[in-house]
């Protein structure tokens, strides 16, 4: 999808051209007539939220969004609208769209074209008839005369890199191991201009990384660990950023084994963490930020091959930490363990980490948010509570209460792997907490990473959850 900007007075005679607004807009512009304009005002008075005309060489569409009482929640409803108006859209063999705000609103109109172009993706590699497949819409002109290149420039960076996200996401672990996916963020690092080094297994075995090395023991493929930078010269911060990614390729939980039907056969979604670290380093790169960030993704899979470790087996992690094993589908903890322990490298002043590691998150607030916790000042996660809700990638914030550790004391190890029933998400961040010494963020993004209904602009499958929220927070340290 390629974003343009037209400063003209009007639009070209041939042009499709979107009008958006909401119910107390006024919709009269050059494009309709009198009597069209009459028949819109009919259409929203029933409540109607898309209308239809066909000027016979153009089509006319009239996309209405609720206002609601925050403004986050306006704009979700201008992208869900946005949305809606795709399948017309393709269905028509449009190729280019012209969007207009007729109240002259570039934030609601930026909104509009983000989830017009979040639900154009598609996902069609493996299909042998993937040209018919193909939408046809390639590109969305905004045409209120105000809006600036740069605002598009950065909406073209921040989709751009979901679309790369969610690709990762979506790719079968027959093609996306370990080292198809740290071969991919070698290729984004390449196109956006950050840079990438990958670390084998020898390299991976001369750090003792012991979680690391424990996942990938029943694998096949070697395991890789990624070290992703964005370090321009005008950078605004002199300790850098740090996000950290579960890059769990394909996860069977080892000899914990899954049951296959609704958890295992969607395991390829487990590396979602890593490649949402990856999508933002590619925004944020893209785009230019001047802030220094660093992206860490550990990466294997989980499989119960013979020499696999087992439950009852002691690890020694990156840092020294003892853990015993007690189940093997908590393997994301153990490898994000290593990275946020190799973090300590680079003196950050901010580490978040993002994983699709619990059942707890998915089943305590489903796909509408991400469960978050942290030892941060409030004010830190109360800013990316902020852009949370600017995207409407919503953070639910857990408590992080020290008594929560103690559910990970071992009776022969440091630590054990699992807490027991109780605050699963939240005893699964406790154990990833042990592992750092500088202001720290947890989110799991198990719930909303990977869909397997369509919603809204997210679609179906991978949604790329984390990158807009990601880019914003950053955006806004900028």
Not at 312 to 331: H, K, P
């Amino acid at each position: 999808m390629k974003f343009h900007v037209d400063k003209s007075a009007i639009a070209p005679t041939d042009a499709n051209i979107v009008l958006t607004g909401n119910r107390e807009s006024n919709f009269a512009t050059p494009y309709l007539s009198d009597k069209e304009l009459e028949y819109v005002n009919e259409c929203i008075s029933r409540k109607d939220s898309l209308i239809q005309i066909n000027q016979y060489h153009r089509w006319i569409f009239v996309a209405v969004a609720e206002e609601k009482s925050t403004a986050h929640q306006t704009l979700e409803e201008y992208r869900k609208v946005a949305a809606k108006l795709i399948g017309t859209i393709n269905n028509q063999k449009i190729e280019k769209i012209y969007l207009y705000n007729v109240d002259q609103d570039r934030t609601n109109l930026l909104a509009f074209a983000e989830g017009m172009a979040l639900n154009n993706y598609q996902f069609l590699k493996y299909y042998s008839d993937s040209e018919k497949k193909k939408n046809s819409l390639s590109a969305i002109v905004l045409g209120n005369g105000e809006m600036e290149e740069t605002e598009t420039q950065l909406l073209q960076s921040l989709t751009d890199a979901v679309y790369h996200t969610r690709d990762m996401v979506n790719e079968p672990v027959s093609f996306m191991n370990a080292e198809q996916l740290a071969s991919t963020f070698e290729k984004m690092g390449k196109e956006a201009g950050f840079t990438v080094e990958v670390f084998n297994k020898k390299k991976i075995e001369s750090l003792k990384m012991g979680g690391l090395l424990a996942v990938n023991k029943g694998s096949i493929d070697p395991p890789t660990f990624t070290v992703m930078e964005w370090k321009p010269e005008a950078a605004r911060n002199t300790q850098p950023l740090v996000l950290v990614g579960k890059g769990v390729v394909y996860d069977t939980g080892g000899l914990s084994l899954k049951p296959t039907h609704d958890s295992m056969d969607y395991m390829k979604c487990d590396m979602s963490g890593g490649a949402t670290v990856a999508g933002t380093m590619y925004a944020i790169a893209r785009a230019g930020l001047p802030v220094h960030v660093v992206g860490l993704v550990p990466a294997t899979d989980n499989r119960p091959d013979g020499n696999a470790y087992a439950p009852g087996d002691v690890i020694r992690m990156y840092d020294g930490t003892t853990v015993e094993v007690l189940n093997t589908d908590a393997e994301g903890r153990l490898i994000l363990a290593d990275a946020l322990g190799y973090a300590k490298h680079y003196n950050p002043s901010l580490v978040i980490d993002l994983a699709t590691l619990t059942g707890s998150a998915a089943m305590a607030i489903g796909h509408y948010g991400i469960v978050g916790m942290g030892n941060v000042q409030p004010s830190i996660m109360e800013v990316l509570k902020k852009s949370g809700d600017q995207v409407y990638e919503r953070i639910a914030e857990f408590p992080f209460w020290d008594e929560f550790s103690d559910l990970l004391k071992s009776d022969i190890a440091d630590l054990k792997n699992i807490g027991g029933r109780i605050a699963g998400s939240i005893t699964a961040g406790k154990f990833l907490e042990h592992f750092t010494d500088y202001p720290y963020i947890h989110l799991d993004i198990a719930g909303p990473a990977f869909l397997k209904t369509e919603d809204s602009y997210r679609g179906k499958g991978g949604t790329g959850t984390g990158v807009r929220l990601l880019f914003d927070f950053i955006k806004n340290m900028a």
